[in-house]
Protein backbone atom coordinates (compact mmCIF):
# COMPACT_ATOMS: atom_id res chain seq x y z
CA UNK A 1 0.00 0.00 0.00
CA UNK A 2 1.56 3.39 -0.96
CA UNK A 3 -1.27 4.68 1.06
CA UNK A 4 0.94 4.41 4.41
CA UNK A 5 4.19 6.11 2.65
CA UNK A 6 1.68 9.00 1.72
CA UNK A 7 0.93 9.94 4.86
CA UNK A 8 3.87 9.44 6.30
CA UNK A 9 5.60 12.00 4.02
CA UNK A 10 2.82 14.69 4.88
CA UNK A 11 4.06 14.23 8.38
CA UNK A 12 7.40 15.58 7.45
CA UNK A 13 8.75 12.31 5.93
CA UNK A 14 11.56 11.73 8.46
CA UNK A 15 9.30 10.18 10.84
CA UNK A 16 9.84 12.73 13.06
CA UNK A 17 6.25 14.93 14.31
CA UNK A 18 7.84 18.58 15.42
CA UNK A 19 4.72 19.37 16.50
CA UNK A 20 5.19 16.66 19.51
CA UNK A 21 6.66 17.29 22.39
CA UNK A 22 9.21 14.50 23.60
CA UNK A 23 8.36 15.23 27.59
CA UNK A 24 5.20 15.36 26.94
CA UNK A 25 3.22 13.57 29.46
CA UNK A 26 1.22 10.72 28.75
CA UNK A 27 -1.24 11.38 31.48
CA UNK A 28 -2.27 14.62 32.40
CA UNK A 29 -4.82 13.43 34.43
CA UNK A 30 -3.60 14.34 38.56
CA UNK A 31 -4.69 11.18 40.01
CA UNK A 32 -6.59 11.36 43.56
CA UNK A 33 -4.96 9.88 46.31
CA UNK A 34 -6.13 8.93 49.21
CA UNK A 35 -6.07 11.86 51.87
CA UNK A 36 -6.80 14.40 49.17
CA UNK A 37 -8.99 17.04 49.30
CA UNK A 38 -12.52 16.26 48.02
CA UNK A 39 -12.60 18.06 44.98
CA UNK A 40 -16.37 17.78 45.02
CA UNK A 41 -17.52 19.43 48.41
CA UNK A 42 -13.70 20.77 49.20
CA UNK A 43 -14.06 19.59 53.18
CA UNK A 44 -14.13 16.19 53.20
CA UNK A 45 -11.11 13.98 52.41
CA UNK A 46 -10.44 11.07 49.94
CA UNK A 47 -10.59 7.47 51.20
CA UNK A 48 -10.91 4.03 50.09
CA UNK A 49 -14.02 2.70 51.47
CA UNK A 50 -14.62 -1.44 51.57
CA UNK A 51 -14.69 -2.09 47.86
CA UNK A 52 -11.26 0.10 47.50
CA UNK A 53 -13.00 2.50 45.96
CA UNK A 54 -11.60 5.89 46.41
CA UNK A 55 -14.54 8.13 47.25
CA UNK A 56 -14.98 11.37 49.88
CA UNK A 57 -15.52 10.76 53.42
CA UNK A 58 -18.17 13.55 53.71
CA UNK A 59 -20.10 13.46 50.40
CA UNK A 60 -19.25 10.44 49.50
CA UNK A 61 -18.55 11.16 45.99
CA UNK A 62 -16.19 8.58 43.88
CA UNK A 63 -12.87 10.37 43.24
CA UNK A 64 -11.20 7.75 41.52
CA UNK A 65 -11.09 8.12 38.09
CA UNK A 66 -10.09 4.68 37.28
CA UNK A 67 -12.35 4.06 34.36
CA UNK A 68 -15.76 3.66 36.36
CA UNK A 69 -18.72 4.51 33.74
ZN1 LIG B 1 -16.73 15.42 49.22
Given at each position: MSQTAKKDEASG???????????????THPQPKP????????EGKLAFDGLFILACDRCQQIADSGGFT
Amino acid sequence: MSQTAKKDEASGGNGRYWWRKPDEAKCTHPQPKPGDICTHCGEGKLAFDGLFILACDRCQQIADSGGFT
